[in-house]
């Protein structure tokens, strides 16, 4: 399956379980990767055949910047299934990470997959 992807998407918003989280707001990096069929797409030119990414990363920057959650792993089930909304996309893959939520690494977070059967 083909695939468009969002890489490095940096958002800010309020995220996590401790008092200070809740009212600080954070960076959250997100990458996503659509798995669609692109042959007609291919073809015709046309965006009405298309993802179009410049929709879905707004969609996904205004949902993390108000949704408020306390875990990445909500946040990230709520982004897949605002990408499956997108009648194009039959599976998602989404990585949200807290840059240096943790001492000493570059970031922690979670990656899921979902689909349309799923």
Same mark, same amino acid.
């Given at each position: 399956? @083909?695939?468009?992807?969002?890489?490095?998407?940096?958002?800010?918003?309020?995220?996590?379980? !401790?008092?200070?989280?809740?009212? &600080? %707001?954070?960076?959250?990096?997100? !990458?996503?990767?659509?798995?669609? @069929?692109? =042959? =007609?797409? #291919? +073809? /015709? @030119?046309?965006?009405?055949?298309?993802? !179009?990414? =410049? /929709?879905?990363?707004?969609?996904?920057? *205004?949902? &993390?910047? !108000?949704?408020?959650?306390? /875990?990445?792993?909500?946040?990230?089930?709520?982004?897949?299934?605002?990408?499956?909304?997108?009648?194009?996309?039959?599976?998602?893959?989404?990585? $949200?990470?807290?840059? *240096?939520? $943790?001492?000493?690494?570059?970031?922690? #977070?979670?990656? %899921? +997959?979902?689909?349309? +059967? &799923?």
């Amino acid at each position: 399956m @083909d695939q468009v992807f969002i890489k490095d998407l940096l958002v800010r918003g309020i995220i996590g379980i !401790n008092d200070w989280e809740r009212v &600080t %707001i954070q960076d959250i990096l997100i !990458n996503i990767v659509l798995f669609v @069929d692109l =042959r =007609r797409a #291919g +073809e /015709t @030119d046309d965006i009405a055949d298309c993802v !179009n990414y =410049r /929709t879905v990363s707004k969609k996904v920057q *205004a949902h &993390t910047e !108000n949704a408020k959650r306390l /875990t990445v792993e909500a946040l990230a089930a709520d982004i897949a299934r605002l990408c499956l909304e997108d009648p194009h996309v039959q599976k998602v893959r989404v990585r $949200v990470e807290k840059p *240096a939520a $943790v001492r000493f690494s570059q970031s922690v #977070g979670v990656e %899921i +997959e979902r689909s349309r +059967e &799923t």
